[in-house]
């Protein structure tokens, strides 16, 4: 369990909270790749075909980015094709075993075989008991969270899964992010985004969500960025937090 004292508590600094001090949130919107999804194993897919593993992450980040930076200049693209295309930029040049259009699809189709974390079973079931609205919301389709979810039998969990691809801006854009809130039909502030990612803590916060930060490798949070209203270790340790809020 996270250190009590370690965590920061709510506050209006970043967004309205209720007048009445901290409240348990009615819906929870959870991000899926990283958050949900241990993606460690798409590191293998990258040695499968002779490319070193660490280019993993570096090919996940630059995806990402490339999103973000469509959505600054009010374009947009699926996720789909803009992970084939930086997957295109990352393996040239590489010494691969076979050709770079073979490892594209070798290395796309690990999605469709992820897990979830450790700590997520048990987190989703706890979260659930509580009685709150659990909904995705992610950058990718909501095909790969629909087959995370299903593999993992925690399908039944979720309202509904959604993906930027309807809102027509990624995260960390505020219009993602009310998207979610409109479909489910919640205020900001009844709402809390839920993720690993710093970057979509900040956005959430920005759109007038409450935040819970994710951080299963007890790293620090960047200070440049708006600070989470929940800081827990796991899921688990999330529900831990909410279930003693009125």
């Known amino acids: 369990m996270a250190n009590d004292a370690a965590r920061p508590s709510l506050s209006s600094q970043d967004h309205p909270v209720s007048p009445d001090g901290p409240r348990r949130p009615a819906l929870l919107v959870f991000d899926v790749n990283e958050t949900l999804s241990d993606m460690a ?3 293998g897919r990258f040695e499968d075909f002779g490319a070193p593993a660490h280019l993993a992450a570096s090919w996940f980040a630059g995806l990402l980015r490339d999103g973000f930076a469509l959505s600054t200049v009010g374009a947009t693209d699926t996720f789909a094709r803009i992970a084939a295309e930086t997957l295109r930029v990352s393996l040239h040049g590489q010494p691969l075993d076979r050709g770079i259009e073979d490892a594209i699809e070798h290395i796309m189709a690990g999605f469709t075989g992820l897990g979830v974390h450790r700590d997520v079973p048990d987190g989703l079931r706890a979260l659930s008991s509580l009685g709150l609205r ?3 919301l992610s950058n990718g389709s909501t095909s790969v969270a629909e087959g995370l979810l299903e593999r993992a039998g925690l399908r039944d969990h979720f309202e509904a899964l959604l ?3 309807d809102a027509g801006i990624w995260k ?5 992010y009310a998207h979610a809130l409109t479909v489910c039909g919640v205020d900001p502030m009844d709402a809390v985004l839920v993720a690993v990612h710093p970057w979509d803590i900040d956005g959430a916060a920005r759109a007038g969500l409450g935040t819970a930060w994710i951080n299963r490798s007890d790293g ?3 200070g440049h960025f708006r600070t989470p209203d929940h800081h827990a270790r796991s899921l688990t340790d999330l529900a831990d937090q ?3 809020l009125g």
């Open 163 to 165: 993906s930027v691809e």
């Open 41 to 43: 194993p798409m590191s």
């Open 134 to 136: 659990l909904v995705t």
């Open 172 to 176: 960390p854009a505020a219009g993602a």
């Open 220 to 222: 620090p949070y960047p």
């Open 242 to 244: 909410l279930s003693v």
